[in-house]
């Protein structure tokens, strides 16, 4: 699955918004830019890396070669961009739970848009207007959100430590350590491999394993010939 790159999923839905509600987007965007609260909801999310909303006018996409047609489009554009940890599932409905309200104001004038509650035609919605990440790239695949998280903790509390490791006699620096090992109790977990999220996913491991068996029995076989 492309849209999977580790503990993380990448989503990109595009949605089609008619000319003359354009400027009520553009109102609620500007409203969300001086009231951020209005999405409190969203940031206690911990399973998200990054959300953004975009509009782009029908006039607005580039024309990057003097050979490339001219587009007339009848619509403009909303583009959400997410990465998150966890299900598809899992990501869609907590979002619903978080800001129903937001979502809608959000996707409110979007073509034939069915608001956030209930989840099934809001499923529906997302599914239809979601395109498959064709290559996603992830630098740290085995770290969630809170992972990141954690080791930013982690490198601001060492980098604070190393500062005064020059201070004190060696039992104040035992008594600092011990400190700063327990406040850290919860930053310092190791990372493993996300379950299986998706049946999809079980069939792209289950395959991995089988060519990598078929690779095993070929290097067996060619060894023996030896």
Not at 35 to 52: D, Q
Not at 160 to 171: I, K, L, P
């Amino acid at each position: 699955m492309s849209n999977i790159a580790g503990k993380a999923y990448a989503m990109n839905v595009v949605t089609p918004i008619r000319w003359q509600t354009l400027w009520l987007n553009k109102a609620y965007f500007l409203g969300v830019k001086y009231f951020p609260e209005k999405l409190n909801g969203l940031i206690t999310l911990s399973l998200i890396h990054y959300a953004r909303w975009v509009i782009v006018g029908r006039k607005q996409f580039p024309h990057v070669s003097n050979d490339q047609p001219r587009e007339t489009l009848k619509y403009n554009y909303m583009l959400f961009f997410s990465n998150f940890n966890g299900s598809w599932d899992q990501y869609v409905d907590s979002f619903t739970f978080a800001i129903p309200a937001g979502l809608d104001l959000f996707w409110k004038w979007n073509v034939r848009y069915s608001k956030s509650v209930t989840l099934t035609p809001f499923h529906r919605y997302i599914q239809h207007n979601q395109l498959e990440t064709l290559h996603y790239y992830n630098a740290y695949p085995l770290a969630s959100s809170n992972d990141v998280k954690s080791a930013q903790h982690v490198r601001e509390q060492l980098l604070a430590f190393n500062a005064r490791v020059n201070e004190g006699s060696d039992q104040e620096f035992q008594r600092r350590y011990n400190a700063l090992l327990r406040a850290l109790q919860h930053d310092l977990g190791a990372m493993y491999p996300t379950p299986i999220i998706s049946m999809s996913a079980y069939q792209v491991e289950k395959r991995q394993r089988w060519h990598h068996g078929q690779l095993d029995q070929e290097n067996n076989h060619a060894q023996r010939q030896r």
